[in-house]
C-alpha cells in the first residue's frame, strides 16, 4: 500500500512546461535518495513515447523500463501546479505524480492512485487544494468522492412483509460496515420509504452517518404497500454528495423503464446497475501478454484504440475484481489492475461494436506498443 507524507509533496509549485515539471519532479525523487542520476532521462524518454496524463488535472511521469536500474527505493513524489501545467493536447495538469518503481511493484501504485483519482470531481477538489494533508487525504481515498457500495451491501430475497422490515434491514447493512450508526436506522424507519416507481421504493437519512452509503433489499416475495408493488428498497445513507452519481443511474434506469432490472439481478448486477452505465452488446476476451502488464503505456494504447469507435466500450479483468470499467478512460483501465496473463473480457454496443472488438483484440495481439 502507497503511503504518503506531508514531506513528499510540493505544494504550489509552477512550470513553464511539462518538461520542466518532469525535471523538477525528477530532482525531488533523486533529492529524497529514491533513485540515482540520469532517471531524469528515462522520464522524459517515457514522455516521449506516450502522454502521461491520466486525466481529470492528473499526470503521472515515470521512467522507462531501462532506467528501473537506476531507482533505489520505490516511491512517488507529488508536485502539486494550482495554475496548472499544459501537458499538450489541450491538457492541463494540476497534479504531477513522479512515480519511481524498482519493478511491477508500480502496478499497484498506479492501481491504487487510479482507483481514487477516477471518481467524479476530483480535478476540481485537487486545483483547489491548499494542504498537504488535504492531498493526502484524497490521494489515500480518505476523502470520500464516491458512496460505499458493494455486494456485501446487498441482501436478496430477504423474508420481509412489510417496508419496515425492508428498511431495517438495508439501514442494518449499513451500520454493520460501521459507516452509520443507530440514529441513522431509527431516523429511516421513523420517516418512510417513497416509491420511486417500477416497484422500487427509497428510504434515506443523514442522521448519525459517519460515511455515505447505498444499500439494496429485495423480499423473497414481492408484495404491496399501500397499492404499489414492493420489489425492491434502496437505502441512501448521506453525509456529503458522494451518492448523487448513483441517483443518477437509477434515475436513468427509473426513466427508460428499466429499474425492474434491480429486482431480478444477482449482487454483483445490482452493483454494476447502480454505479455505471450498462452495456447490452457483443462481447469478447483477450489475454493480456505484455511483460510488466498494463501500466501507463499499454493502457493508453488499448484506451486510443477504443476510442477510435462510436460504441460504448466496456472491459473486466476476469482475474482481478470482476467490475466493468470504461474501456475509454486511462484512469478506469489502470485502475484494473492488469498484470501479465490477465485476461480482458470487453463488451461494446453500438454500430461498430465488432470492429471495435476485432481491433482491440490485434491491438492486444500486437502487443499494445511494446511488441509481440
Not at 313 to 326: C, D, M, S, T, Y
Amino acid at each position: 500500500m502507497l503511503s504518503l507524507s506531508k514531506n513528499d509533496i510540493q505544494l504550489k509549485q509552477t512550470a513553464t512546461s511539462k518538461e520542466d515539471a518532469i525535471k523538477a519532479l525528477a530532482a525531488s525523487l533523486e533529492t529524497q535518495g529514491l533513485v540515482e542520476a540520469g532517471y531524469v532521462n528515462g522520464m522524459l524518454a517515457r514522455e516521449a513515447q506516450n502522454s502521461t496524463f491520466l486525466g481529470n488535472g492528473i499526470a503521472i511521469p515515470h521512467g522507462t523500463t531501462d532506467t528501473r536500474g537506476l531507482v533505489k527505493q520505490t516511491g512517488v513524489k507529488v508536485h502539486h501546479f494550482p495554475q496548472g501545467v499544459n501537458w499538450g493536447n489541450g491538457k492541463t495538469v494540476y497534479l504531477a505524480i513522479g512515480i519511481a518503481a524498482k519493478s511491477d511493484e508500480h502496478l499497484g501504485i498506479l492501481k491504487q492512485l487510479t482507483k481514487v483519482l477516477s471518481a467524479d470531481g476530483v480535478e476540481e477538489k485537487l486545483k483547489n487544494c491548499d494542504s498537504e494533508s488535504g492531498i493526502i487525504s484524497i490521494l489515500n481515498g480518505e476523502a470520500q468522492l464516491e458512496a460505499e457500495f458493494d455486494a456485501g451491501l446487498v441482501q436478496l430475497a430477504f423474508p420481509a412483509t412489510d417496508l419496515i422490515q425492508l428498511t431495517a434491514v438495508a439501514t442494518g447493512l449499513i451500520k454493520n460496515r460501521q459507516f452509520a450508526g443507530n440514529g441513522c436506522v431509527a431516523d429511516a424507519i421513523a420517516t418512510g420509504a417513497t416509491h420511486l416507481g417500477q416497484g422500487i421504493w427509497l428510504a434515506k437519512s443523514n442522521q448519525d452517518v459517519s460515511r455515505t452509503a447505498l444499500s439494496f433489499v429485495t423480499p423473497a416475495v414481492a408484495f404491496e404497500e399501500n397499492g404499489q408493488a414492493v420489489k425492491g428498497l434502496i437505502m441512501v445513507a448521506a453525509c456529503n454528495s458522494a451518492h448523487v452519481s448513483n441517483l443518477g443511474f437509477l434515475t436513468q434506469l427509473i426513466y427508460t423503464a428499466q429499474a425492474d432490472k434491480l429486482a431480478t439481478a444477482d449482487a454483483d448486477k445490482v452493483v454494476s446497475l447502480l454505479t455505471q452505465e450498462t452495456l447490452e452488446g457483443s462481447t469478447a476476451s483477450f489475454k493480456i501478454r505484455n511483460s510488466h502488464g498494463l501500466h501507463a503505456r499499454p493502457g493508453a494504447m488499448l484506451v486510443s484504440v477504443a476510442k477510435k469507435f462510436n460504441s460504448a466500450i466496456q472491459v473486466v479483468n476476469l482475474n482481478g475484481e470482476g467490475k466493468p470499467a470504461n474501456a475509454k478512460s486511462l484512469m478506469k483501465v489502470i485502475a484494473l489492475g492488469v498484470k501479465c496473463g490477465h485476461e480482458l473480457q470487453f463488451t461494446a454496443q453500438g454500430d461498430d461494436a465488432e470492429l471495435a472488438l476485432e481491433s482491440i483484440g490485434q491491438a492486444i495481439a500486437d502487443g499494445l506498443g511494446e511488441g509481440k
